[in-house]
């Protein structure tokens, strides 16, 4: 069992930065592959971002690649989204959860059992 807290959320102009943290606790990070999602109002959760246990496995989106990067480091038992040149189409609460280790594909929402509450990323024209 683990929970996930997400921070490092807020209202930022086109062209800005933000860095998301997801820090856990109830079992070491180490244990988990780490996801990054999204959610607009609307829309359907969609796949932003995954790094394997070691940190040596990560994948991206479409959209978000060369803009954004995920790393973890397990000492800490947190996972970090940096995200840079933001648009409005980035808009969204912004979740990040722990996988379930089982051979389902990292893009998937259905390979993730752990959840956070998520954080809101609001990105102005």
């Known amino acids: 069992q683990v929970q996930l807290v997400e921070s490092g959320g807020g209202l930022v102009q086109a062209g800005d930065s933000l860095r998301l943290s997801c820090v856990a606790s109830g079992r070491t990070l180490s244990t988990y592959g780490m996801g990054w999602f999204r959610q607009a109002p609307g829309k359907e959760r969609e796949f932003v971002a995954r790094?394997?246990?070691?940190?040596?496995?990560?994948y991206y989106t479409d959209s978000v690649k060369g803009r954004f990067t995920i790393s973890r480091d397990n000492a800490k038992n947190t996972v970090y989204l940096q995200m840079n040149s933001l648009t409005p189409e980035d808009t969204a609460v912004y979740y990040c959860?722990?996988?379930?280790?089982?051979?389902?594909?990292?893009?998937?929402?259905?390979?993730?059992?752990?959840w956070g509450q998520g954080t809101q990323v609001t990105v102005s024209s």
């Open positions: 959860a722990a996988g379930l280790g089982l051979n389902i594909a990292y893009s998937r929402s259905e390979g993730y059992g752990y």
């Open positions: 790094i394997s246990r070691d940190g040596l496995r990560i």
